[in-house]
């Protein structure tokens, strides 16, 4: 086979590859996180399809565009429909009410991203018993969450190497296929995947943000962190 030939072939092989492994992905919202995850997931093959309360708005249509080939905006259900991937990038107190609007979610892989952050005078707390991603899993028992993407800010996401080295996401779920897929995303994004074990552990992971936050805007000394995976 002359080399002409063997180069075709392996540009055909690496198609099919890339579209046997190319799933949708709904993100729900439009904001920081959506905004950080949407070209990102875009860029390693993935079809977008954003969940927006107004799909038509200039900022929905801006971020199809930035969302590579096949990208659309609908309505939150709809693109849930639309999805094998559901990402949760929505505020972290009204999660339980989201997920129940957006229809059968059995079989399908949920994403979530959110913390659930409330302020209470001077203080933030975390503001469920459990934690978004049980309440979400509580919600749709057939899906399987995977918490993630919580722990860092949308920025760090879309540039780890702002840091200062590798970053770190850890990963809690009781599905370990869809912790292995959801491994594959974040590490596609230059970021490495720390499997923490079940659902139960998103209550610990949801509470990193607290501790931080409430040095960063109380009276004591703030800092930052990024979780390094040990080599
Ligand atoms: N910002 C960060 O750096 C960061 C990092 C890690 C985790 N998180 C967590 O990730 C989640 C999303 O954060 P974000 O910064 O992307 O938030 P955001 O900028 O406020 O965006 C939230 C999106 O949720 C959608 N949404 C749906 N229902 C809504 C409602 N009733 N009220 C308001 N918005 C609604 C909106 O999209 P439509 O208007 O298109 O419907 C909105 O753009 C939060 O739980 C946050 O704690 C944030």
Same mark, same amino acid.
């Given at each position: ?16 590859? $890339?579209?046997?492994?190319? %799933?949708?992905? &709904?993100?729900? +919202?439009? =904001?920081?996180? @959506? #905004?950080?995850? /949407? ?17 038509? $708005?200039?900022?929905?249509? %801006?971020?199809? &565009?930035?969302? +590579?080939? =096949?990208?659309? @905006? #609908?309505?939150? /259900? ?28 059995? +079989? ?124």
């Amino acid at each position: 086979m002359t080399a002409r030939k063997l180069l075709s072939l392996s540009v055909i092989l690496s198609l099919l590859l $890339s579209t046997a492994s190319a %799933e949708t992905i &709904a993100i729900i +919202g439009t =904001g920081d996180v @959506a #905004t950080a995850l /949407g070209p990102e997931f875009a860029d390693q093959g993935h079809e977008i399809v954003y969940g927006s309360r107004t799909p038509d $708005s200039d900022k929905a249509r %801006e971020l199809v &565009a930035r969302s +590579g080939e =096949g990208a659309s @905006a #609908t309505s939150p /259900g709809e693109a849930a429909k639309a999805a094998d991937i559901v990402v949760l990038a929505v505020p972290g107190l009204m999660v339980r009410e989201i997920t129940a609007g957006l229809g059968d979610l059995s +079989g399908k892989i949920i994403i979530d991203p959110t913390n659930p952050l409330q302020r209470k005078t001077l203080t933030f707390h975390h503001a469920v018993e459990t934690s978004n991603a049980q309440i979400i899993q509580e919600v749709a028992p057939d899906a399987h969450v995977v918490k993630a993407f919580n722990t860092l800010n949308w920025k760090t996401m879309i540039d780890p190497d702002s840091s200062g080295g590798p970053v770190s996401i850890p990963l809690a779920g009781d599905s370990r296929s869809a912790k292995r897929t959801v491994a594959k995303l974040v590490e596609g994004m230059g970021l490495d995947a720390i499997d923490v074990g079940g659902i139960e552990n998103a209550h610990w992971v949801e509470g990193m943000l607290i501790l931080w936050i409430n040095n960063r805007y109380g009276t004591r000394e703030s800092f930052d962190y990024h979780l390094r995976k040990t080599k």
